[in-house]
């Protein structure tokens, strides 16, 4: 989708910090950052709120639908070398989140945005669509 001939190999992170302000009901936050290697390196710093309902599946398992905002600013590889990126997102994830003991669970589950705006090199630029698969360890107190 970027136009470029080789696929980018990369990872990233995000620590998120989320409360629940009533039974069931989350809001919080993301920060985190992505790096990547095509055709040289590119990266990505940023995070934004995120809110969501827990629906509890038993006593160690639930489903935590979260809708979520995002902006990242960085850069990204364009055919001439990388140029800097700024974009505002918005997503949905869908974890079944599994309670492993004490306080800590594993969550696994797709992951879809779509971009409210996104500007490349200074310009706009055209929108994109990301799905994918997120899995995280989740510890409360």
Do not use: C, H
Not at 54 to 73: S, V
Not at 109 to 117: E, H, I, K, L, Y
């Amino acid at each position: 989708n970027s136009g470029l001939q080789e696929r980018p190999l990369g990872m990233g992170g995000r620590l998120a910090l989320d409360s629940f302000v009533i039974d069931g009901l989350s809001v919080g936050g993301s920060f985190g950052f992505e790096y990547a290697t095509a055709n040289g390196s590119f990266y990505n710093v940023g995070g934004g709120p995120r809110a969501g309902y827990a629906l509890r599946l038993g006593d160690k398992l639930a489903l935590w639908p979260m809708a979520m905002l995002t902006y990242d600013a960085g850069t990204v590889p364009v055919p001439t070398g990388t140029a800097s990126l700024q974009d505002l997102r918005v997503g949905g994830y869908l974890p079944l989140v599994l309670t492993l003991g004490g306080q800590v669970a594993f969550e696994l589950g797709p992951v879809a945005s779509t971009d409210v705006w996104r500007s490349v090199g200074g310009q706009d630029a055209a929108r994109m669509d990301l799905i994918g698969l997120r899995t995280g360890i989740v510890g409360w107190f």
